[in-house]
């Protein structure tokens, strides 16, 4: 088999965990397969860097800043190889741009144009194990560029995909995913599958575990990721994100998530005219807010009430941008105390009853739902902040996700 491992920042979070790493490594090639690597910087070492820049300029060349950042990747990766060579695997560490990465040129946030296989295959037929600085790459001046924050998860699917791996796994501190943060409910469970669209549905839940971007690549290129903590010795099955298959079907609801980072902006008696959502919605969009629901209801009388919700850390932007609209509404109303519950599972596509079962249990526990909105596979209602965490366990329960 041909196995692609990546290994987070707290996985090489120091010199004993390197070590660790690199017995897990070896022990993989001694199993008989192939084996690449994909290493982060130790963790905080990226931080660390940016405000070594930081310290010299509130606003450093973007080229600069990542041909910085790019050395955490490049310590990891060549201690590791170091560690491997010397309990007697031979193992070779990589660049991006000696492993084949090309990207485009938007530094700090560059996206992967190709990858040349030939490099990382050369080495693996001389029976090396390839260890790759993970986050990085080149442009086509041959310029440094990294993949922003998190971008070892996207480097290790992009390399799955180009050398056709059987699988990807992801190392990292925990070990799966669950059916809802387990903070909250200690009941929850880990999944053994997941779909990349219940995983990009779950991103409150998903976010910490890895890169929504690394997801949908890999979704993209059809790699299967399997998600493993880099610390547990036995019952390490880990979570395996996949395509939807008709067995996930018969599982109703997979997850619960929560999301406290959204705020709530209400335009009552807005005008009711052709043209004024574009207006509204292209000067948020100009000012790169990131508009989640909107619901508007059906006009009355020349006006019509439009509510959307906008990340908290945005509302101070979105106020400004609303000044606009408030000769053109009766009233603005702001709300930063909500919270967004989210239901996800591919099995709402072919039952019924799932929503009515989540309003329910609203109603039960005396929650009022202030917004909902609905996609194929994924129910979310906005309801008050304090009652976040109970509506969480409350759902978890209801659809016996602790079963
Ligand atoms: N070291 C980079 C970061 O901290 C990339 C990564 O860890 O995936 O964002
Ligand atoms: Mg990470």
Redo the contacts with the bound molecule.
Sequence with gaps: MLVVQKY??TSVGDLDRIQNVANKVAKTAKEGNDVVVIV??MSGE?NKLLDYARHFSKNPPQREVDLLVSS??RVTSALLSIALNEMGYPAIAMTGRQAGIKTDSHHTKARIDSIDPQPMQQQLKEGKIVVVA??QGINENGDVTTLG?????LTAVAIAGALDADVCEIYTDVDGIYTTDPRIEPKAKRLKTISYDEMLELASLGAKVMQSRSVELAKKLNVDILVKSSFKETDNEGTLITKESKDMEKVLVSGIALDKNQARVTVFGLEDKPGINAELFNKLADKQINVDMIIQNVGHDGQANVTFTVPATELEMTKSVMQDFENRSNEINYDDSIAKVSVVGVGMKSHSGIAAKAFDTMAKENINIQMISTSEIKISMVIDEKYGELAVRALHAAYELDK
């Design positions: 987070g920042g982060s910087a990226t955490g990747e993970g986050f924050r998190g971008g070892s998860d």
